[in-house]
């Protein structure tokens, strides 16, 4: 369990009021069906969020009927899933597994390619060097020493992510993280994969709703219904059917028709710490068959903000997420455009899509037998592809919390609460720092980022720690943190930040073995990108032969 | 008091880091550079010489640190005329902006709040690399003012946003006048 | 170096081939085989499954050895055992896809092709391709023989451990052997019949595995797994200085 914060001893987070209901006296748990089990799960929603967390639930939960938990989720046709989250973390392998599908139906239903980390350009100076890679794999030694403080000493030439892991090498040659005769899910680097998100919905949702006994609903929700003790009791549909559950996971997107419109908890906009609120969208078709596919994200700073480019094995996305507070709708699309320009790919035939974003996330993602997962709980800027890692975890804590009555539910949701109220901050600081790093003064957009009252206490004081304390495990107090102290070493180091470590706290055996763990890199990358195919070549013979199981 | 790591990049130039210094075997002759009082001025202004020589100060210290140059090279380096520099960069100015616009930035430049946005930057670099005291480093609100004036304006777009100046030219320049001086040092 | 050339009853006419495994295609320690071949595999040698470099797909192939270029069972030039499999036999000859386009969507056509730079080849002593009347020999047929049952033992090979992994009924197996003179080999790569999933496994699956005739190989590769240590054996007698003798034709192969 994370740590937690000292018990306040028996005050439940007070339900928020929504219509007409009677608030709970404080200082008494929410009673009334104190025995009644939890067995009956809604899902409101069907995009990606939704799916994820049928699939975790029913997949750990696998009983169903009189005796077993009772799955359904409730979408309605016409509200299109969203579709720009396409980018996963490591921890995506471990949740398909759990869900039960196969890699090789994944990649080859949902155009997925291997994502092995992001590649960031122009971030730092902007000038025509300017790149630094956050791979996947952790560094060379992770689990004996940090290597951080060493690499310092030794006035690198190379960066610190090439130095110091092997991932890096693969990634700029486009290579693939593992070979045809791996097994699913295995590699050779850690990998996650870019999707598309619009065809991985529908392949989790067959997958559920054949597989694993998920019930599924095409209807519209009119009325959201309290229990009167905090509580939702059913849901009304257009139809007029009822759908009664003891607990109701909110999926429903931006629109957050549980958590925001019937519960009304609050929004916690973090507009003024990360400033982007708008982003241009286009696909980009590949010129040929032949065209590598990219290992990375590949995350480009602009005037006032950033592209990504994302490469899947049928198209690329690309899109410019910006800052309307410094940058017109049309100058965005403008500077996106030139982007596109510069690689030849602008066409008359793209079409742009424009996308507001609401940068921020709720006080409280569990409230009475309520939760949020997704974008209905919050969404920050996807520059290090946080939303559906964030899903998975909220499944499996979901999974993990679940009560087995509803006396219990109150506690699960504040265990809830505390840990994913720590994982939004850590995302929010982790993001941030980006900015904080750069040096760029060519624009308000980026001086801006850097004024003291845009960043946040937690990450001033990390930082003020960082520079004579080499980031490592022990900085972070929770068992499960979203980014671990090898990406906060990426970044660091990666954008030229120089801790400057106590001499007397390092010693020659450890920068000898740092020597060996430096040469021991280079030579796994000259070998291993021997070895690797493309990603193109493995991921068309994986259409072709599937990967076996074994 | 830790020791700290020894090395550091320019301002706005650190692109200048990337170049690969040339083996240094003979003195490469300068090209003559066209005067351009109005764009020398102006690169005065901009402390473009400060910038150069704190890049090359730390390259050749790095090569002090691997033992390819000896420390004397290192102090001969610190006291040397950098005014090619100086001189290169003007030449690129003038060609690439107009007389307007290389006044426009001047006006910003040798004005109290274009000091303070070069010391802004400058100290910028200092805090992101985590070299500072850690203390807040911001400008005042006229400076930002001016600031974003002149990024709005086309001269700075062309010298801070686009940096139409540092062509192939420009680095091929630059890396010639160092190569020389590098030479000379050496001796 | 591979120097593959279509067969063709006027240039090769005077061709001659000697009827015998040459060193430069029999020296590796595994070599692919096809299920039809169990029947004799199963007399003399250990039967497992690869992964295919191309497919990552399973294929079943024989160990001779255990390194890269030692195959215990030909020594001298002389095979030691009565049947060889077919991927050995049919050298120096292979197939080559016909150019130029067929219907559409049909396999192309495949010729006899020899290799040209095998030392096999002579113009003096051995085996004759084509007869004076540009006929191809009774050895040339024989050999498209054996490329045929080849190219239609593959497919039957693929759909064989296709079929086997959906099942679930192969895993990995690590061989780890000492050898008299206390030398180890360890051996990855390769994989055999789960044999707790065979016993596991639904009567309906085993029914489709026996009418599809799939039973009995599987049953054959868990029974060839007994030769390993034959093969160990052979080993031994190498490392002991023990010249391999000669074996009698359909000889026991069994430990020494």
Known sequence: MPDRPEQRPDEPAAPPVGAGEQPAPPGEQPVGRGDQPVRRIVIVGGGTAGWIVAGVLASRYPRRGEDGVAITLIESRQQPPIGVGEGTWPTIRATLKQIGVSETDFLRECDASFKQGSQFVKWVDASDSDTYWHPFTLPADYADRNLAPYWLEGLPQAGFAASVCFQTELCSQALAPKLITTPEFAGLANYAYHLDAGKFAPFLQKHCVGKLGVSHVYDEIVQVQSDGHGGIAHLVTKSGDLLAADLFIDCSGFAALLIGKHCGVPFRSMKDVLFIDKAWAVQIPYRDDAAPIASATVSTAQSSGWVWDIGLTSRRGVGYVFSSNYLSDDRALEELQAYLAARGDLSSELSFRNIPINSGYRQESWVGNCVAVGLSAGFLEPLEASAIVMIELSAKSIANLLPGCRSGMWQAARIFNDTFRYRWERIVDFLKLHYVLSRRTDGRFWIDNRRIESIPDSLREAMDYWRHHCPWHEDFSHREEVFSAASYQYILYGMGFQTSAAPWLLNDDDRNRAREALSETARRATALSAALPGNRDLLTRIRRYGLQKI | ?187 | MVNLVVLDSRTHRNVRVAPRPSREWAEINVVSVVPREFPRLVAHYPIFFTKSAESGRFEPAVLLGFQRTENLFFAHGRWDVAYVPLQIQRQPFSLMPRRGAGPAGSQPSLDVALDLDCSNIQTQEGERLFLDDGAPSKFLQDITSILSALVSGSREAYEFTGRLAELNLVEPVRIDVEFVDRSEAKLEGLYWIAAAALKALPAAQLAELRDRGFLEWLYFQMASVAHMSGLVARKNQVLSGVTAARRPEGGNAGPA
């Open chain 2, 1 to 187: 008091m830790f020791i700290r790591p020894k090395w550091i990049g320019g301002a706005c130039l650190s692109a200048l880091l990337s170049f690969v210094f040339p083996s240094v075997n003979e003195v490469c002759a300068q090209t003559p550079v066209p005067e351009a009082p109005a764009a020398k001025a102006l690169v005065q202004a901009m402390q473009v010489q400060e910038s150069v020589r704190i890049a090359l100060e730390a390259s050749v210290q790095r090569d002090v640190q691997q033992g390819r140059f000896t420390q004397k090279v290192l102090d001969c380096v610190k006291t040397s005329n950098l005014d090619f520099a100086t001189d290169t960069y003007a030449a690129a100015v003038a060609a690439a902006l107009s007389p307007q616009e290389i006044k426009q930035a001047m006006a910003f430049f040798s004005s109290a709040e274009g000091r303070g946005y070069l010391k802004y930057s400058a100290a910028q670099e200092l805090q992101a690399r985590g070299l500072s005291g850690g203390e807040s480093v911001e400008m005042s609100p006229k400076e930002y003012s001016a600031t974003s004036k002149f990024l709005d304006s086309t001269a700075g777009k062309k010298l801070l946003q686009d940096r139409v100046h540092e062509t192939a030219e420009l680095k091929a320049s630059l890396a010639r006048g160092m190569a020389a001086l590098l030479g000379q040092c050496r001796r």
